[in-house]
Every structure is written in structure tokens, then in C-alpha cells.
């Protein structure tokens, strides 16, 4: 069973900047894709941004150019720097990694 271990969320103002970061510990595999999800009250859980092995990245549409995934491999983590938020980021966000999920982590964006 693989634990992952979720930090970084919160609550900020519009306009500013979250770093969420997701890790392993212990877990002795790699992962290939890593993944940030989000889930806003009465809508269905979202892929936000994945980033694969080799680091190759998609976001999508709404967090292009503000989101930005990267990973360190020596680690097993995850994070996700998230700019410039708007009300409309708010939601649990969830890293998954290779078929496990994250606890989830509350980021909440005042206007």
C-alpha cells in the first residue's frame, strides 16, 4: 500500500500563490505519471496538470500559464505552484500517483 502525504494548501487571497507538494515516504517503486486533481463542491473531480516521467507536462485549459507541475524523482514528490488564483481554483486538490490517491488538500480563494 503506498501513502501519500499531501501539504500546501490554504486559503488566499485572488491573485496570489499556493505551493502544493505531494511525496511517498517510504515508498520504494518510482512512479511514472503524476497527476493534480481537483474537486470543487457539486462538481466532479478534475485533472488539473500531469507531468510524466520524463517531465513532460499538460495542464489543463484554465491553469495554463498560471499552474505549473514538476517533480523530483529522488523523492517521489510531486508539486504543483499555483499563481495568480481566482475564486473559481477553489477545491480539494488531489495528487495521484501511478493509480493511488493523495488525502486531498483544501485551497480556497478569497475575492
Known amino acids: 500500500q503506498v501513502r501519500l502525504v499531501e501539504s500546501g494548501g490554504g486559503l488566499v487571497q485572488a491573485g496570489g500563490s499556493l505551493r502544493l507538494s505531494c511525496a511517498a515516504p517510504?515508498?520504494?517503486?518510482?512512479?511514472?505519471?503524476m497527476a493534480w486533481y481537483r474537486q470543487a463542491p457539486g462538481k466532479q473531480r478534475e485533472l488539473v496538470a500531469l507531468i510524466g516521467r520524463a517531465g513532460n507536462t499538460d495542464y489543463t485549459d484554465s491553469a495554463k500559464g498560471r499552474f505549473f507541475i514538476s517533480r523530483d524523482n529522488a523523492k517521489n514528490t510531486v508539486y504543483l505552484q499555483m499563481n495568480s488564483l481566482k475564486p473559481e481554483d477553489t477545491a480539494v486538490y488531489y495528487c495521484f500517483l501511478s493509480g493511488h490517491w493523495g488525502q486531498g488538500t483544501q485551497v480556497t480563494v478569497s475575492s
Open positions: 517510504g515508498s520504494t517503486g518510482s512512479f511514472n505519471t
